[in-house]
Nanobody
Framework: QIQLVETGGGLVQAGGSLRLSCTFS????????MGWFRQAPGKEREFVAA????????QYGDSVKDRFTISRDNFKNTAYLQMNNLKREDSAVYYC???????????????WGQGTQVTVSS
Protein backbone atom coordinates (compact mmCIF):
# COMPACT_ATOMS: atom_id res chain seq x y z
CA GLN A 1 0.00 0.00 0.00
CA ILE A 2 1.45 3.33 -1.09
CA GLN A 3 1.76 5.84 1.73
CA LEU A 4 2.76 9.49 1.50
CA VAL A 5 3.73 11.58 4.52
CA GLU A 6 4.25 15.34 4.21
CA THR A 7 6.35 17.38 6.61
CA GLY A 8 7.72 20.90 6.70
CA GLY A 9 4.66 23.11 6.85
CA GLY A 10 4.33 25.96 9.29
CA LEU A 11 3.95 29.68 9.78
CA VAL A 12 6.19 32.03 7.82
CA GLN A 13 6.23 35.73 7.07
CA ALA A 14 5.57 37.01 3.58
CA GLY A 15 8.75 36.94 1.55
CA GLY A 16 10.10 33.98 3.50
CA SER A 17 10.79 30.39 2.49
CA LEU A 18 9.74 26.89 3.46
CA ARG A 19 10.65 23.44 2.19
CA LEU A 20 8.07 20.70 2.21
CA SER A 21 9.03 17.03 2.11
CA CYS A 22 6.97 14.03 1.04
CA THR A 23 8.22 10.62 2.06
CA PHE A 24 6.99 7.72 -0.09
CA SER A 25 6.67 4.11 1.05
CA UNK A 26 5.00 0.88 -0.01
CA UNK A 27 6.19 0.77 -3.61
CA UNK A 28 9.06 1.43 -5.98
CA UNK A 29 9.51 5.19 -5.79
CA UNK A 30 11.39 5.39 -9.09
CA UNK A 31 8.26 4.16 -10.91
CA UNK A 32 5.99 6.94 -9.66
CA UNK A 33 5.41 10.49 -10.72
CA MET A 34 5.12 12.96 -7.85
CA GLY A 35 3.16 16.14 -7.48
CA TRP A 36 2.02 18.81 -5.05
CA PHE A 37 -1.45 20.31 -4.82
CA ARG A 38 -2.87 22.82 -2.37
CA GLN A 39 -6.28 23.76 -1.05
CA ALA A 40 -7.26 26.96 0.70
CA PRO A 41 -10.51 27.28 2.70
CA GLY A 42 -13.50 27.60 0.40
CA LYS A 43 -11.45 26.95 -2.74
CA GLU A 44 -10.91 23.97 -5.00
CA ARG A 45 -7.75 21.92 -4.80
CA GLU A 46 -5.14 23.56 -7.02
CA PHE A 47 -2.19 22.09 -8.90
CA VAL A 48 1.16 23.41 -7.68
CA ALA A 49 3.95 21.33 -9.22
CA ALA A 50 4.88 17.90 -10.55
CA UNK A 51 8.00 15.95 -11.41
CA UNK A 52 8.53 12.83 -13.49
CA UNK A 53 10.09 9.65 -12.10
CA UNK A 54 13.19 10.31 -14.21
CA UNK A 55 13.52 13.87 -12.81
CA UNK A 56 13.82 15.08 -16.40
CA UNK A 57 10.43 16.79 -16.53
CA UNK A 58 8.88 19.33 -14.17
CA GLN A 59 5.69 21.34 -14.41
CA TYR A 60 4.35 24.25 -12.36
CA GLY A 61 1.12 26.08 -11.77
CA ASP A 62 1.11 29.63 -13.11
CA SER A 63 0.80 31.19 -9.65
CA VAL A 64 4.01 29.57 -8.34
CA LYS A 65 6.30 29.63 -11.38
CA ASP A 66 9.72 31.15 -10.66
CA ARG A 67 9.10 30.96 -6.89
CA PHE A 68 8.64 27.25 -6.18
CA THR A 69 10.90 24.36 -7.14
CA ILE A 70 9.98 20.68 -7.08
CA SER A 71 12.65 18.02 -6.77
CA ARG A 72 13.04 14.42 -5.74
CA ASP A 73 15.71 12.16 -4.29
CA ASN A 74 15.20 8.65 -5.62
CA PHE A 75 17.63 7.23 -3.05
CA LYS A 76 15.69 8.70 -0.14
CA ASN A 77 12.22 8.01 -1.60
CA THR A 78 11.38 11.65 -0.99
CA ALA A 79 9.98 14.52 -3.01
CA TYR A 80 10.47 18.14 -2.05
CA LEU A 81 8.83 21.48 -2.68
CA GLN A 82 11.07 24.48 -2.09
CA MET A 83 8.90 27.57 -1.70
CA ASN A 84 10.54 30.98 -1.90
CA ASN A 85 9.17 34.51 -1.77
CA LEU A 86 5.99 33.26 -0.15
CA LYS A 87 2.85 35.37 -0.39
CA ARG A 88 -0.28 35.43 1.75
CA GLU A 89 -2.20 33.81 -1.08
CA ASP A 90 0.09 30.77 -0.83
CA SER A 91 -1.54 29.92 2.51
CA ALA A 92 -3.23 26.54 2.16
CA VAL A 93 -3.03 22.89 3.06
CA TYR A 94 -0.42 21.33 0.78
CA TYR A 95 -0.92 17.75 -0.35
CA CYS A 96 1.58 15.35 -1.85
CA UNK A 97 0.23 13.26 -4.73
CA UNK A 98 1.60 10.23 -6.55
CA UNK A 99 0.75 7.83 -9.33
CA UNK A 100 2.46 5.39 -11.69
CA UNK A 101 2.37 7.99 -14.46
CA UNK A 102 3.27 11.64 -15.02
CA UNK A 103 1.18 13.50 -12.46
CA UNK A 104 -0.18 16.84 -13.60
CA UNK A 105 -3.06 19.30 -13.25
CA UNK A 106 -5.41 17.06 -15.27
CA UNK A 107 -4.09 13.67 -14.23
CA UNK A 108 -3.82 13.37 -10.50
CA UNK A 109 -2.28 10.30 -8.99
CA UNK A 110 -4.29 7.80 -7.00
CA UNK A 111 -2.41 8.39 -3.76
CA TRP A 112 -2.53 11.38 -1.41
CA GLY A 113 -0.78 12.40 1.77
CA GLN A 114 -2.62 13.76 4.78
CA GLY A 115 -1.62 17.34 4.01
CA THR A 116 0.51 19.92 5.78
CA GLN A 117 -0.60 23.45 6.62
CA VAL A 118 1.31 26.43 5.27
CA THR A 119 0.36 29.83 6.64
CA VAL A 120 1.93 33.02 5.33
CA SER A 121 1.50 36.12 7.45
CA SER A 122 1.90 39.71 6.28
Amino acid sequence: QIQLVETGGGLVQAGGSLRLSCTFSGGTFNNYGMGWFRQAPGKEREFVAAISWTVSFTQYGDSVKDRFTISRDNFKNTAYLQMNNLKREDSAVYYCNSGPWQVGPNNKGDYWGQGTQVTVSS
